[in-house]
């Protein structure tokens, strides 16, 4: 089996020195804050996504594979980890702001999420469906605060952050779709208003690493614990007929440099733990280390719709030759980062869709509504969600 991220002699992850060789610009800025992505597919399931940020104009360099549950070759992380990643990482943005417009002094804190995804329904039928459950967030706090201030103070950041508006109320995505050169209708999926972008071509090939050692922003670590819940194992999920709950967990930590570090475990199916960087920039506080957390968020839904494609065309034994997309995301700022006081908020998802196949177009509008409907982020984009919040307080000595 090939290892096309390998392969191509770079580092998995990485800031681009040359963002305007790459030639991806960012959209117009609606509410605050805009981030464009452009995904490709590399192999069935591994990608590589350049995203860029209106708030920083850096590009970066993403990757994602699957493991052995889609019979991928588990080089880099899922796509489900990278929101859980940016969700998690916002909240801490969030949480950190808040307490000190409260005048709450945090000495310790850590988050722990989980993010819970369904698939039920056959993919030759055309019933498959993905779905998306409520969170659960944990956050221990040691803070001269008590549980019901702590708790008060998690809810507010969680509705503050930019995703809320995404997480919140019922938000259906956006399409155009080209095929084989040529935009066409669409069919289930709702309309991109306005023109559609350009298909990215071979611009990846164009990023060049920044100078730097980029080796440590996503590290892969051991197979997640399995647990009672754990079922998911060697090409699981690519059986016709699926009834599945997904387990993915996030736990974030600040460094003593200030850069959040971010544990992902992948408890079903069964996958590895990754352990992520995340860190705002100049214009938001931060240095720009590391991605941040808006950038994981948009490639995270980026890559699990990309999945979809890939494993629909593996299922139904369809020609599908390349498939790319590019993908806008507008987000109002944190309503703490940013002083806004407001909750955050955010537009529906635009995905300009672009694949090269032998079928016809009837099998194109058929495979991208099919991704629409099985991908468990454009699900949580649909759903009303919401955070169930726990606090732990930590003993102290003395």
Known sequence: MTNPLIDCG???????????????????????MAVRLAVRSLSVMQKEAL?????????????????????????APCPLSFLTTGMVSSYMNEILA?????????????????????????ALRGTMIGGAKDIE???VIDADADADTLHALVLDAVAASPLNGLMRKSVESLFALTHNGTEIPLGDAMPVDGETLADPGDRFDAAVPADGDWSTLIVKGAMTPMTEETEGFAESSLQDEQNRLLHVRGICTLRPDGIKQIEQHLYNPHG????????????????????????????GIGFCFMTQFGRFAKIAKKDLRDYRIVQDAHFSLGGATAKTGKAGEADPLETHVYLHTGEDDD????????????????????????????????????
């Open 272 to 299: 590895s733990i990754f352990t992520y960087l995340c860190e705002e920039d100049e214009a938001d506080g931060g240095k720009g280390r590391a991605p941040d957390a808006a950038s994981y968020i948009a490639a």
């Open 10 to 32: 770079k580092p998995l992850f990485f800031k681009a020195n040359n963002p305007s060789a790459v030639g991806l610009d960012a959209p117009d800025v609606r509410k605050g």
């Open 137 to 139: 967030l944990e956050a």
């Open 51 to 75: 995203v860029l940020n209106s708030r920083t104009g850096t590009v970066w360099r993403l990757a994602s594979d699957e493991g052995a549950y889609l019979a991928g070759l588990d080089e």
């Open 98 to 122: 808040l307490a000190e417009i409260r005048g709450i002094a945090i000495r310790s804190i850590k988050l722990i999420q989980d993010n819970y995804y369904t698939m039920t329904g056959s």
């Open 363 to 398: 099998f194109a509008r058929h495979i991208l509504d099919m991704s629409e409907k099985t991908c468990f982020l454009h699900a949580f984009c649909k759903a009303e969600l919401k955070a169930k919040v726990k606090i732990t307080q930590p003993a102290r000595a003395g």
